[in-house]
């Protein structure tokens, strides 16, 4: 009984001992499987985080795009207009050449984006007060609320200086002086507001539709404008004696107490044998880049002529000399897109 005891014992014994390595084997089996899920659910909560991170990321991206879009002026962005080509290499951003008569296009370049336009909005500014049809002799002080104060811009007609209105057009057209503009501007009955709705809707009346002004030097980048539409505004100013003649005048002085004061025309081409200029204006801020519209005569063609933004001081009459070379060596040729 005592053997048969002791063989039961070690057969436990030789049971529990073979048991042990099942027992290693499934807690291991077990253990990699536990850190895997572990592992998983750690990976999932690392892409979870990551995924709110990205969302957020993006999100802040968008909200800085749409910033950066909004903190431009709606002028159709003139980023991507200077990168540009065109057949011709203009150093403009924008050019629009039409025959006056015809109204065929014969080039075009970014032709409809909408632009501050600068001092050419003064060409309205004429054309508002001409057909006001105001006495052209009534004399004008210049006052303190004529000098700029947004650009800083300087002017020779000091304040109290006091000319007649025909004197004030002829500068603000010929020269581009900017008080000479607010003066005619300001001194309108009713006032300059009622001066600034009467040129948006002059504009609405010549179908310039992308065209807006706030005030009637060009000093604010607020006043944009289109290629196409400016050549609308030339065609009807155009057809203004007195804006031709005083656009086009290559110098003009005026008294101003015990002084003279001698002013020249803004665009060199006036006084250029090879140009017949029938009218034109020159404008320049920052935000607009230097620009030109004129009216002309080309190879036997009357034609408008639009520049905008372009960079260069000498660069919108370096353009207006290719097209000019260009229209002469294929004035017969069909339009160039």
């Not at 903190?71 to 203009?90: F, I, K, M, T, V």
């Not at 900017?178 to 005619?184: S, V």
């Not at 809707?201 to 400016?230: F, I």
């Not at 065609?235 to 008294?255: G, K, Q």
Request: overall charge positive.
């Amino acid at each position: 009984m005592k053997q048969l005891a002791r063989l039961l014992v070690l057969l436990s014994v030789c049971m529990a001992f073979l048991a042990l390595p099942a027992q290693a084997a499934s807690s291991k089996s077990k253990t990699p499987v536990a850190k895997s899920v572990k592992k998983t659910a750690a990976v999932k909560r690392a892409t979870a985080v990551k995924r709110v991170t990205s969302k957020k990321a993006v999100a802040a991206s968008q909200r800085k795009k749409v910033a950066v879009v909004m903190a431009r002026p709606s002028n159709g962005e003139l980023a991507g207009l200077h990168n540009q080509s065109d057949a011709l290499d203009l150093k403009s951003s924008v050019a629009y050449v039409i025959d006056q008569d015809t109204r065929e296009v014969l080039f075009r370049k970014n032709d409809m984006a909408v632009l501050p336009i600068a001092s050419l909005t003064k060409l309205m500014t004429g054309l508002i007060i001409n057909e006001a049809n105001l006495p052209m002799d009534e004399m004008i002080a210049i006052t303190q609320d004529d000098v700029d104060t947004e650009k800083g811009s300087r002017s020779r007609l000091r304040v109290g200086t006091v000319l007649s209105r025909a004197e004030l057009m002829h500068l603000a057209l010929m020269s581009s002086e900017n008080r000479a503009a607010h003066a005619l501007g300001r001194s309108f009955p009713g006032g300059m507001n009622v001066f600034v709705a009467r040129m948006n809707e002059k504009a609405r009346e010549l179908q310039m539709k992308d065209t807006r002004y706030v005030e009637p030097t060009g000093l604010s980048s607020k006043n944009q404008s289109s290629a196409q539409d400016l050549a609308k505004l030339v065609s009807v100013a155009h057809s203004d004696a007195n804006l031709r003649e005083l656009s086009t005048s290559p110098n003009y002085e005026v008294s101003v107490g015990d002084r003279t004061l001698q002013y020249r025309n803004t665009n060199r081409l006036v006084n250029n044998p090879r140009w017949e200029i029938g009218l034109q204006k020159t404008g320049y801020i920052a935000e607009a880049g230097r620009c030109l519209v004129m009216q002309t005569t080309v190879a036997g063609r009357n034609l408008i002529m639009v520049f905008l933004d372009s960079a260069g001081k000498l660069s919108r009459i370096g353009d207006a000399e290719r097209v000019r070379n260009w229209v002469e060596t294929v004035a017969s040729a069909p339009q160039l897109r």
